[in-house]
């Protein structure tokens, strides 16, 4: 530090001789003799502005330079939402777990975790979509799930409340309620068999996850459509279904969070099922991205593009290890700045979120064998989530290790997190070892998740579900 200062302070007075020398031989050599203006102006102000403008630019370069202070507070304070309460019992709450027992989930790249996690390895991308045109008259690029049932949801609407019908029309909601007649039959289904096998008290509470585009006044006739077309087979007295909203990420993965620190309360015995689907392919979508330049076209190559999915996540408890596996407390915060904004792209953030997640569950980065994330095909998040696993997971291999779920499947926010846990679910139960998921789609909102297979109850390992 003092030798640093000391440079300044040397190269600053050598920057004002060599000026003086300048000004004066000038003066010198004209025969000019300077008034106290002159002399106050070219020998005082004249070099402390030039060295002054040197200092600032220097600083704006380092500033731009600079890694992205990620957190405004510890790591493990954004772990620890009960930061007020007993510090014993806020660590063994950040240690909490739940048990994934079922992940069921649909995208452009497939029908089924696996498959869509194939896809994005094998380079599956967007391609252009002839029924959406951009302001220019090009084909907008979309990931569309070509095999939806549309004709059959909208006469399930129409048989069941013509004025739902009517309002859903057809629109990116249709789409979306077509992904879930895609995706939530499988997920009942092991449900269903689930609670045969456990006390005639256990429960299974359905929550659906609304997007933000979907209105809030047509919530209650959704809720009782779904009740009525996938809900009957069970007994009334053994599920409840909750319609939730989830404007952005961050109150997605905040709903996963919240699932798994009230796992210690509920029924061992008790299962939820988390259902979520969004489609952004629509004419509707496109304006509105085309409108505030966030699409993505010849022109903006940083844009969006259009995406879907359907995913249905089943938490409980089970004896089948070969279908469950563990997922921790989410760790979550948010970047000081866009990812977006000009500058470097730092990983500051989510490496920290890593490393604060694996140090509670006592993990070293050398047993995490996959990083599963919901990032797209814009640079900045390759970049993002490159910078953030370094040198800790240079065992991994960028393309096989790290699959980026957005690439091959669009923007499906805010569940494209969702998308990718299930994906993680997947990827840990067939490597048999921890993977890591991060959501890092949004601009500013970046959360970690673990996943690793459920131990056997021998191996003393606790779960809070």
Request: proline share 6%; glycine share 6%; net charge negative.
């Amino acid at each position: 530090m003092l030798l640093s200062a000391l440079k300044i302070v040397g190269a600053s007075l050598l920057a004002v001789a060599l000026i003086w020398a300048l000004v004066l031989g000038w003066w010198q050599g004209n025969d000019h003799t300077p008034s106290t203006t002159e002399l106050f102006l070219y020998l005082g102000a004249l070099p402390l502005a030039i060295v002054g403008g040197y200092g600032l630019l220097r600083g704006f370069i380092e500033h731009l330079k600079a890694p992205v202070v990620a957190l405004a507070r510890a790591p493990d304070d954004t772990l620890d939402p009960l930061a007020n309460e007993d510090t014993q019992t806020a660590a063994m709450e950040r240690g909490y777990t739940i048990n994934l027992i079922g992940a069921f989930a649909i995208s452009s790249g497939g029908e089924g975790p696996s498959e869509i996690l194939a896809a994005q390895v094998a380079g599956a991308r967007p391609l252009p979509d002839s029924s959406l045109l951009d302001d220019a008259g090009f084909p907008v690029f979309t990931a569309r799930v070509d095999a939806l049932d549309i004709d059959g949801i909208t006469e399930s609407l129409a048989q069941y409340d013509t004025e739902l019908a009517q309002d859903i029309g057809r629109s990116e909601h249709l789409r979306m309620l077509a992904l879930i007649d895609s995706t939530l039959p499988a997920g009942l289904a092991q449900a269903h068999e689930a609670l045969t096998q456990r006390p005639a008290t256990s429960r299974l509470s359905v929550v659906w996850l609304m997007p933000s585009e979907a209105d809030p006044a047509l919530f209650p006739k959704l809720q009782s459509w779904l009740q009525a077309q996938y809900l009957s087979a069970f007994e009334p007295s053994r599920v409840a279904l909750t319609v939730r909203p989830a404007l952005t990420e961050s109150d997605v993965m905040a709903q996963i969070d919240r699932l798994v620190l009230d796992s210690d309360r509920r029924p061992n015995d008790d299962l939820t099922l988390v259902l979520a689907a969004v489609s952004t392919i629509g004419p509707r979508t496109v304006d509105a991205w085309s409108m505030r330049q966030s699409l993505f076209s010849a022109e903006h190559q940083n844009g969006q593009i259009p995406g879907e999915c359907g995913v249905c996540l089943l938490f409980g408890s089970t004896d089948n290890t070969d279908t469950s596996a563990q997922l921790t407390r989410v760790s979550a915060a948010e970047r000081d700045k866009s990812v977006d904004a000009a500058g470097r792209v730092s990983g500051a953030l989510i490496e920290q979120l890593i490393t604060g997640l694996l140090t509670v569950h006592d993990i070293a980065p050398a047993d995490i064998r996959a990083v599963i994330s919901d990032a797209d095909h814009r640079q900045s998040r390759t970049s993002e989530l490159l910078d953030a696993l370094g040198e800790s997971f240079s065992e991994l291999d960028p393309i096989a290790d790290c699959p980026r779920i957005g690439a091959a499947c669009g923007s499906s926010a805010p569940f494209g997190a969702l998308l990718a846990l299930a994906c993680a679910h997947a990827k840990s139960l067939s490597l048999e070892q921890p993977v890591i998921c991060v959501s890092q789609q949004h601009p500013k909102a970046r959360a970690v998740v673990l996943l690793r297979p459920t131990p056997l109850p021998a191996e003393g390992m606790s779960s809070a579900a």
